[in-house]
């Protein structure tokens, strides 16, 4: 059975992307509440900028989903005709012994992802701003950069009204019920 409605509570970046990917998959009636109005300045997705890494150690399924989500952030980039994202590369500080800067390094050269080793005389006359003489495994991954936090906000949602979604402001979710098995679940809200 396929859903009629689908409501979305939290207007952030993850409840504005599934609002966003259901649309885009054809899905109607798709409505998103938000406590306050889309950006506000106590959530967690609002701001100037958020870092894309790539590097998490040896486990592939984050820096797997971190090159999936970059190459749909670029074509949100083009959908929305807005700057979203600005490749900065990444510099990382670690030592040959520790767990994740050697480990990072090897997934991302077998994910084919642009990441290459410097030396100190390298690292010195590129950053010379960083102190790195207790270190020994140095690493720069190009694809690394700064998502626009609130920009992506605002692109999302222009995308979703375009899409005949639906966004309520100013719309808290005080409780959620579903007393019978036969009626659907209720949102309460504030209002």
Request: net charge negative; hydrophobic share 35%; aromatic share 8%.
């Amino acid at each position: 059975m396929q859903q009629q409605r689908i409501t979305i509570v939290g207007a952030g970046i993850i409840g504005l992307s599934t609002a966003y990917a259901l649309l885009k998959q054809g899905m109607k009636h798709v409505t998103v509440l938000e406590q306050a109005a889309v950006g506000h300045q106590r959530g967690t997705s609002c701001g100037l900028s958020r870092l894309l890494r790539f590097e998490y150690g040896s486990d592939p399924f984050y820096s797997e989903m971190v090159q999936l989500s970059l190459e749909r952030w670029q074509m949100l980039e083009y959908t929305s005709q807005q700057r979203l994202y600005t490749p900065t590369g990444l510099l990382v500080l670690g030592n040959e012994d520790d767990s994740f800067t050697r480990a990072s390094y090897r997934l991302l050269q077998d994910l084919g992802l642009p990441t290459e080793r410097l030396t100190q005389q390298d690292c010195a006359q590129h950053f010379p701003q960083f102190n790195i003489q207790s270190y020994n495994f140095l690493t720069y991954n190009s694809n690394a950069g700064m998502l626009h936090a609130s920009v992506c906000l605002h692109a999302l949602k222009e995308l979703i009204l375009d899409l005949g979604g639906t966004i309520y402001e100013n719309s808290s979710v005080t409780h959620i019920t579903h007393d019978k098995p036969q009626r659907p679940i209720s949102l309460h809200l504030a209002s």
